[in-house]
Every structure is written in C-alpha cells, then in structure tokens.
T-cell receptor
Framework: DAGVIQSPRHEVTEMGQEVTLRCKPI?????LFWYRQTMMRGLELLIY????????DSGMPEDRFSAKMPNASFSTLKIQPSEPRDSAVYFCASSPRDRGGSPLHFGNGTRLTVT | DQQVKQNSPSLSVQEGRISILNCDYTNSMFDYFLWYKKYPAEGPTFLISISSIKDKNEDGRFTVFLNKSAKHLSLHIVPSQPGDSAVYFC???????????FGTGTSLTVIP
C-alpha cells in the first residue's frame, strides 16, 4: 500500500495566485480529511469528506478556500487568491469506513509558501 | 477555541530516562484518544490510542494513561531513545463523531 499521496511536496507562489493541492487517499478508505498545520493552532481540520461527499467544511477559513472530491481516489484543495497568511503545511489524511477505533493515515504534506 | 491542548511546546530528556508528554481536553463527549508522532518533512504517524472505557493502554515502550475526571491524558515513553525525537500530537474524537481534534504538539528531544 503506497499510503496517502500528496502533491506537490512544496509550492511557492506569489500573493494573488491560485494554488491547487492534490491528494490520493488509501484505496478503500471512505473518509478523507484536509488539515493545515501552523505553529499557533497545530493541526487544524479544514474539511472532511465521506464517500466523496463533503460533510463538514466549517474549518475552511474563507471563501478563498475550496475543496473537491470528484471520485474515491482523488481530492483537491484550492486557494484562490492566495495570501501570505495561507503559508503553512497542508496535510491530507484518510481513514477506513469503520471510524470507531480507526486512526487517520496522513500523507507527507504540502508545504505552501505565499510571498 | 482549542478543545485539545498541549501546554508544553518542547521537552528534553536524557536517553534511557522516561519521557512524559501531557495533553488536556475540554469536551466531555470525547471518547477516543490518540497519539501521533511526526518527523520533519513527514506526515504524522499513528502511535497509540485509548478508548474512554480504559484508563491505560500499553504498546512496548509506549503507554498512554487517561484520567477522564481530570480530562487529561499522558504518553509515557520508557526508556527514551534518540530515535524518539519528534513532535508528538495528541488527538481526540467524539462518540459517533468522525472528526479528530488535534493539539498543537510537543517537540521531544532525546539527548544521547
């Protein structure tokens, strides 16, 4: 099993540009989560999906952020327009259908720098 | 507001000694607790978990203790090894919930 795969690993962009982060969850996992890691807030949940349907997006900071899951093997997190305060490490994680007692499996993250 | 708190940003311990990492939570509906370990440039990896029906869970050198009345859990690593140097996150989820709430992490350094 290749685990959760995220791309790109690093993204450097200028303020105002559109940024798209990508995630491939572990095959068979029905839940997909997007987290953002910052020093102040630690790992912060942005949005999660169940069977490709967004369940809770209350953590998405602003309308500039959007996430999609067009199929069970792919999800995107888009920021448009990007701002310097969006600089952080963004993690995707997945977990199996049986949530009870099932931990999250994380990808290696995308480090985003907005200048 | 942070529902899971790790009040110690960093901890240094001598190799072979015990490392104790602490975590507090505010939501009494949390019933499942986890610890994750994170190395630089990698994603967090699951380390150990405990459900609210237990007060202790052990896996090799790692033991997690849960004190529900105090809303407190701790991770003990005995003996500590240099390879244990990493950031440790605690996390919690509610009964029938699917969200995991994470703390801000504690950076552990084990000195050889």
């Amino acid at each position: 099993d290749a685990g959760v795969i995220q791309s790109p690993r690093h993204e450097v962009t200028e303020m105002g540009q559109e940024v798209t982060l990508r995630c491939k969850p572990i095959s068979g996992h029905d839940y997909l989560f997007w987290y953002r890691q910052t020093m102040m807030r630690g790992l912060e949940l942005l949005i999660y999906f169940n069977n490709n349907v967004p369940i809770d997006d209350s953590g998405m900071p602003e309308d500039r952020f959007s996430a999609k899951m067009p199929n069970a093997s792919f999800s995107t997190l888009k920021i448009q327009p990007s701002e310097p305060r969006d600089s952080a490490v963004y993690f995707c994680a997945s977990s199996p259908r049986d949530r009870g007692g099932s931990p999250l499996h994380f990808g290696n993250g995308t480090r985003l720098t907005v200048t | 507001d942070q529902q899971v708190k790790q009040n110690s940003p960093s901890l240094s311990v001598q190799e072979g000694r015990i490392s104790i990492l602490n975590c507090d939570y505010t939501n009494s509906m949390f019933d499942y607790f986890l610890w994750y370990k994170k190395y630089p440039a990698e994603g967090p990896t699951f380390l150990i978990s405990i459900s609210s029906i237990k007060d202790k869970n052990e896996d090799g050198r790692f033991t997690v203790f849960l004190n529900k009345s105090a809303k407190h859990l701790s991770l003990h690593i005995v003996p500590s090894q240099p390879g244990d140097s990493a950031v440790y996150f605690c996390a919690a989820s509610e009964v029938f919930g699917n969200q995991f709430y994470f703390g801000t992490g504690t950076s552990l350094t084990v000195i050889p």
